[in-house]
């Protein structure tokens, strides 16, 4: 049954015009949107991480736009919306693209250039903004009250705090000043350790390589707190599956060698006689220095990909209803003679500015473009032209899935943790299968799949910024078709910028020359984690040497959750990600519940929750974690910078004196402490 739509009032009204679609946010979201995608590009390639860069821009919009340019909150928004597209082109082309360089035999290298990485860039983003257009009216205005998309939210409860000034600015710059303060004491002096672990050793009788971890950053716990408990519950189940059950299970059952062969197997571990690898492989003793790691790289997160295609098919099934009564209204809307009477009405009876997309007509039409596109250009890999028309279908055809569900997990979890990586290997596992059928098999078409599943990507990192950005329009008050039109401008932008900065981070170093290595990208300077699995899947699908049978387990698990009325797409995202990032979002997912507890409790009731003290704190919180993320990746760029920063850690010193066992201990007490600081500041709610 569809639930009623809560009643929504944006923060600028729909009979209001203020300045928004200006040259000066266009130009000033584009450079935000070229110094986050660089940073990101940096960041994703040394660790396979990537840092939200919405927030950020938001804080820095109102910073700065207001004092030195002049700009409406609408403005603010345009320069967030344009300069977020950066981000999300980085992730996507760097979590995919260096795989060509790890297919078989470097039958992909030639593809690593420049104009292919831009041209896949522009098309996967643009992929992902376009098929955002006929969904928005359905998961950003139907969905309200079941969506939080809690970057969004943040988004724009940074915008109208800043706008509103006073106590709202004021509580979200606490949270902003808090989070940058804790984050120079974790991730520059290294006072708080970045991820306390307890875990027991394989060595043990009953439990053996059983992990809990916590990344106890800022961010964290202010996604938490937005997404509340429900959600987060569901997210930290899954992990507590995975590394308090399936791994302790599979350390007591899976031999040392056997996990290290299936590593190797993955493209893990080069060489069974050297040290190195995921858990620290030891070839003279036939362990792990880490097990549960180990499992984790070799079979949970082949799980976890599994899990959360079928939920995303679950999701999918159950969002088609919605998904066709919004076609019909675009379509409806788009009609040239709906559109000749939308002129001829006054100017009262109107479609609201708020409620003005895109012309689905530019989605049909863009589509068939971008199809012509990838047929004609010679970037796109394939032997004839049926190729190159199977690939452009398989683009359309997964980007419209994979969009919709990128979109409802950041709904749900937001774009940080949204696990992109999971959807791009379900859609090579996808390709692959159609490219087998076809007998399209063996190394030749190596590079047609990771074409595939690279678009993908970047479509479904943009669709997934695309919905956070247009979740903080609807709740602002800005105008959709603006918002959009902002988003082709910053991908294209942006793209040229992240394949310019892939490249020169790719140039080796003298000394990787001396080695014989022509290619920094795949080296221990930058190993690019994500890539080296897209090739080894496309590898061993291809080459019919893949193991179906951990697929198919994750499949059936969020089978199972989803016939027990658990959100399985929900549950599945916790199962494929690290204990370590969940943990801490549940932790804020807590703080939450006792703050509505207590309200419930005592029969305090907030207006407009969004704008409460505890969820604008939250939103410092991430904002202020964010901004410091995004800073560290960039100061860490120049090595003499990076060498600075590392002298001043004071973690050997604690480490020392309190022992490591201490050191975490200390760590978990200074999160606890924020975790504190954000439930003191919630309960003072009522008197704001």
């Known amino acids: 049954m569809t639930q009623p739509v809560p009643t929504h ?57 207001r004092r030195f340019l002049n700009t409406t909150i609408l403005e603010n928004n345009i320069i967030q919306t344009t300069g977020s597209a950066g981000e999300s082109i980085a992730s996507g082309v760097v979590f995919t693209m260096p795989g060509f360089l790890f297919l078989t035999n470097g039958s992909g290298a030639d593809f690593f250039n420049y ?21 928005r009216r359905s998961l950003i205005v ?83 707190y937005i997404i509340g408990f429900r959600i987060s519950a569901v997210l930290v189940g899954g992990g507590i599956l995975a590394w308090l059950g399936l791994i302790p ?47 984790y790289r070799a079979y949970i997160r082949q799980i976890g990909a599994g899990a959360v295609t079928a939920g995303g098919f679950m999701t999918l099934i ?37 409620e003005q997309d895109l012309s689905v007509r530019i989605v049909i039409i863009g589509s068939i473009v971008l199809t012509a596109l990838m047929v004609v250009l010679p970037q796109i890999p394939g032997d004839s032209i049926l190729t190159k028309l199977l690939i452009a279908i398989l683009v359309i055809v997964f980007g419209f899935f994979f969009v919709t569900v990128a979109s409802r997990i950041v709904g749900l979890i937001g774009s940080s943790s949204s696990p992109v990586s999971g959807m791009t290997i379900a859609t090579i596992m996808g390709t692959s299968l159609v490219f087998i059928g076809f007998g399209l098999t063996g190394k030749v078409y190596e590079p047609a799949v990771l074409v595939v599943g690279s678009m993908i990507c970047v479509a479904a990192a ?40 892939v490249k020169i981070l790719d140039t080796p170093t003298p000394d990787l020359l001396a ?79 006792i703050v509505d507890w207590n309200a419930k409790r005592k029969g305090t009731v907030e207006e407009d929750a969004d704008l409460g003290k505890g969820n604008l704190f939250a939103t410092g919180l991430v904002a202020g974690g964010a901004l410091a993320g995004v800073a560290v990746a960039l100061l860490s760029v120049n090595d003499s910078i990076y060498n600075g920063l590392a002298s001043l850690t004071l973690e050997p010193a604690l480490a020392g004196s309190l022992g490591e066992g201490g050191y975490m201990l200390l760590g978990a007490l200074a999160f606890a402490g924020l975790a504190g600081l954000l439930w003191r500041i919630a309960e003072g709610r009522q008197n704001s």
């Not at 969002?319 to 009477?341: D, G, L, R, Y």
């Not at 329009?473 to 294209?492: E, H, N, W």
């Open 142 to 224: 139907q969905e309200h009250g079941t969506l939080p998309y809690p970057e969004g939210t943040a988004c724009a409860s940074v915008l109208i705090a800043g706008e509103k000034g006073g106590d709202f600015a004021k509580t979200a710059y606490q949270g902003l000043g808090a989070a940058l303060l804790y984050a120079v004491l974790q991730k520059v002096l290294h006072v708080i350790a970045e991820v306390p672990v307890w875990a027991t050793k394989q060595s043990n009788r009953y439990f053996p390589s059983a992990q809990v971890a916590g990344e106890i950053t800022p961010e964290y716990l202010g996604v938490g």
């Open 115 to 135: 104009w292919t990485i831009l041209t896949l860039a522009i098309l996967g983003g643009l992929i992902g903004t376009l098929m955002m257009i006929p969904l």
């Open 9 to 65: 009032k944006p923060f600028v009204p729909a009979t209001e015009s203020p300045a928004e679609f200006t040259l000066k946010a266009i130009i000033t979201g584009a450079v935000f949107g070229v110094l986050f995608g660089a940073a990101t590009v940096y960041l994703s390639l040394k660790a396979g991480l990537s840092v939200s860069a919405s927030i950020p821009i938001a804080v820095l919009a109102i910073s700065l736009g």
């Open 318 to 354: 159950k969002t088609i209803p919605t998904i066709v009564s919004s076609f019909k209204q675009s379509f409806t809307k788009s009609s040239v003679s709906a559109m000749e009477t939308e002129e001829a009405l006054s100017e009262s009876n109107r479609t609201p500015r708020t």
């Open 249 to 295: 299970l599979l350390a007591s059952v899976v031999p040392g060698d056997t996990i290290a062969l299936q590593l190797q197997k993955l493209g893990y571990l080069d060489d069974l006689q050297k040290v190195g690898g995921p858990g620290g492989w030891n070839p003279a003793t036939h362990t792990f220095a880490d097990t549960a790691a180990a499992i």
């Open 515 to 593: 080695q014989g290595i022509t290619h920094a990208i795949g080296s221990d300077k930058f190993p690019a984690p994500q890539g080296t699995l897209m090739a080894t899947l496309i590898k061993g699908l291809l080459s019919f040497n893949l193991d179906w049978q951990f697929v198919l387990v994750g499949a059936f698990i969020a089978f199972v959750f989803e016939l027990v009325g658990v959100s399985a797409l929900a549950f599945a995202v916790g199962l494929y990600l690290p204990l370590s990032t969940t943990l801490p979002i549940f932790a804020g997912g807590l703080v939450k519940y």
């Open 462 to 501: 943009n669709a997934g910024g695309t919905s956070q950005d247009l979740k903080t329009g609807y709740l602002v008050g800005a105008t959709p078709k603006y918002q959009q039109m902002a988003l082709f401008i910053g991908v294209i932008v942006s793209s040229l910028v992240v394949g310019a900065t």
